[in-house]
């Protein structure tokens, strides 16, 4: 490892963010075109929104988050971009075998496999670029790479609701080697297929240096929570803050489309043009979020050393706003505006929330405090998330029709409880960032 190589040129080094942005996009893509299905999967295999919300949340949480920190462990000592490769061959089958699963039990294995192979990208993918860009320039890098959150959503969402009524119009149909698929079936194998050629694509990425010469080799997991015990004050805090964000990005967000449906009656048509729009605000306004995030970051960093934690508060605010009362509008046109501040509050701290995690983590550990922070947030997210919504509206409220009323009630719990942690971490983690300086050694022990 040496902190005085030059960098990659900054052409290679866009090059490399927007190869990894096409499989994080990708990875969001496979992930949630499950949830613009929840109504043909509740009609076709006969499923309760507690079996929904078991699908979207915690066992693709627990295979997720788990394999997640094994496979930083790898990437701090091996190659990253063959480990990103392998997860994303490795979610693709996944994918395209959710659309030959006819029962739960085989799409739920399915989705396991889909689970495991996302662990392997972002862990790996956030050390690549600390490597590949200097201190002033990786907010926006890391910023453009989680773009792929809002923008992979939307896509989804415009791929679905484009395809879905001509695939219901068009019925069952016979593919060649596979037989007889249904239309819901169909769409997993349409979205999985392009991921072998992102694939290909990881290859032509090069292993950059490691950075931070006084860091020391890599350490072991558990030296790595070692560390984190001893800074619960300001992680523990942090990570849980944070996850905030994703209940409302997993929870909330996979329960929006069936909502539309839901909540306004909408046949198949409707249901895909107000789909197909919601697609488009989520690109548009998560690219302008994240990358106001990641300039934002760049920005106040010059002046703050809570920064990034200012930047995940802004975002906050927003979605409050936009998440609590998305449900409660009384026309889909109007929830459909609300799609705006809502969308702009989950991408404007992404950027954020990552790079406040690097910020305080040493050189030697710092995939693997980002797949702890990554564990914690997709397992909060996931397991919490979209299981609370459907409780609410099964065991509390008792009638499908309250899903609005369970989609603001979680919304607004995640949201205030998440910013409140936010604030109380502030001073300790002002703290940890002046003792981490670049300057300083990577490692403090």
Known sequence: MNSNEPYPRPGYAWMVVVILLAAYILSFIDRDVLSLL?????????????????????????????????????ADRGSRKWVIFTGVALWSIATVSCGFAS???????????????????????????????????????????????????????????????????????????AGMLEPWQLMFVIVGLPGFFIALLITVIREPVR????????????????????????????????????????????????????????????????????????????????????????????????????????????????????????TPQLALLMVIPATLGGAIPTAAGAAAVLSIAPANMRAQITAVYYFTLNLIGFAIGPIAVAWLTEDVFQSDDMLRYSLAIVAFVAATGGAALIIWTLRPYRARVTLLSPRRAAYAG
């Open 38 to 74: 929840v109504g043909e999967l509740k009609r076709e295999l006969a499923l309760d929104d507690k079996e929904i919300g078991w699908l979207l949340g915690a066992p693709f949480a627990l295979f997720y988050a788990t394999c997640g920190i094994f496979i930083a462990w790898l």
């Open 103 to 177: 029962t739960y039990s085989g799409l739920f294995v399915a989705r396991i496999g889909v689970a495991v192979g996302e662990a392997a990208l972002t862990p790996p993918a956030l050390s690549l670029l600390k490597d590949y860009f200097p201190p002033e320039r990786i907010g926006r890098a890391i910023g453009l790479y989680t773009a792929g959150v809002s923008s992979g959503a939307g896509i989804a969402n415009i791929i679905g609701g484009s395809l879905l009524p001509s695939l219901v119009a068009a019925g069952a149909v016979t593919v060649p080697l």
């Open 211 to 330: 950075r931070d010469a006084g860091s020391g080799a890599p350490v072991s997991i558990f030296v790595t929570l070692a560390h984190l015990r001893s800074q619960a004050r300001v992680f523990v805090p942090l990570f849980v803050g944070l996850a905030g964000i994703a209940i409302m990005g997993y929870g909330v967000n996979y329960w929006i489309p069936e909502f539309f449906r839901r909540t306004y009656e909408l046949d198949t048509d409707a249901y895909g043009y107000f789909i197909r729009w919601r697609g488009v605000l989520l690109v548009i306004f998560g690219l302008i979020g994240v990358v106001g995030g990641g300039w934002l970051c760049d920005i106040l960093r010059r002046k703050y050393d809570d920064a990034y934690l200012r930047v995940a508060l802004i975002g906050y605010a927003f979605l409050t706003i936009g998440y609590t009362l998305l449900p409660l509008m009384p």
